[in-house]
Nanobody, 123 residues
Framework: VQLQASGGGLVQTGGSLGLSCVVS????????MGWFRQAPGEEREFVAA????????HYSDSVKGRCTTARDNAKNTVYLQMNSLKPEDTAVYYC?????????????????WGQGTQVTVSR
């Protein structure tokens, strides 16, 4: 299974960006799909996830209300729309896929990772 994230870029504070993650070699409907981010010098942290079992959606407190994730099974693609961006949102954003029963917010739960896309929010 391969994941290809795209859509990152440079945006001003308060702006919006939409990220995409195209999955090949597997069907996203069979995986919990997660988004994580990693800022320089920081650990990779959970952003959002869509569970495969019930399609429930979960967000970290830091992005709740500002981000929306969705999946398009026909396109085998997952999306992360980010609004009202802040400088502290600056990070490399990763999409990931998992089948394990480990909680979706843990990086170790995920079996497959995309290469990451840089999001930079200027002040």
């Amino acid at each position: 299974v391969q994941l290809q994230a795209s859509g990152g870029g440079l945006v001003q504070t308060g702006g919006s960006l939409g990220l995409s993650c195209v999955v090949s070699g597997g069907t996203i409907g069979m995986y919990t799909m997660g988004w994580f981010r990693q800022a320089p010098g920081e650990e990779r942290e959970f952003v959002a996830a869509i569970r495969w079992s019930d399609y429930s959606i979960h967000y970290s407190d830091s992005v709740k209300g500002r981000c929306t994730t969705a999946r398009d099974n026909a396109k085998n693609t997952v999306y992360l729309q980010m609004n009202s961006l802040k400088p502290e949102d600056t990070a490399v954003y990763y999409c990931a896929a998992k089948k394990s029963i480990i909680d979706y917010s843990y990086t170790r739960a995920y079996d497959y990772w995309g290469q990451g896309t840089q999001v930079t929010v200027s002040r």
